[in-house]
Nanobody
């Protein structure tokens, strides 16, 4: 079991920056692939960025060059640095932890989300 708690959301003007944090507790954090997803009103949840247990990163095209995901295994925390924010980035941002075992069993956990609002 993994418990996730996001923080760092808020209201920011277009062009501004925010850093989201996701603190994990429970199972071994370093073994999990971590990700940030977001869901805007009336839209489906979408991937923003992921970072594997080995540190490989992946980004949605819409945030490439503006957002950066990182992790600190010593602090059991994953971060999402968001720069040059746009009103279209407004959404609830969710932290995700995923673990794929050798037998193909997959575990996935979600945080409760943190609201990010970007004003124009």
């Amino acid at each position: 079991q993994v418990q996730l708690a996001e923080s760092g959301g808020g209201l920011v003007q277009a062009g501004g920056s925010l850093r989201l944090s996701c603190a994990a507790s429970g199972s071994v954090f370093s073994r999990h692939d971590m990700g940030w997803y977001r869901q805007a009103p009336g839209k489906q949840r979408e991937l923003v960025a992921t970072i594997t247990s080995g540190g490989d990163t992946n980004y949605a095209d819409s945030v490439k060059g503006r957002f950066s995901i990182s992790r600190d295994n010593a602090k059991n925390t994953v971060y999402l640095q968001m720069n040059s924010l746009k009103p279209g980035d407004t959404a609830v941002y969710y932290c995700n932890a995923a673990l794929l075992l050798p037998d193909a069993t997959k575990y996935a956990y979600w945080g409760q989300g943190t609201q990010v609002t970007v004003s124009s």
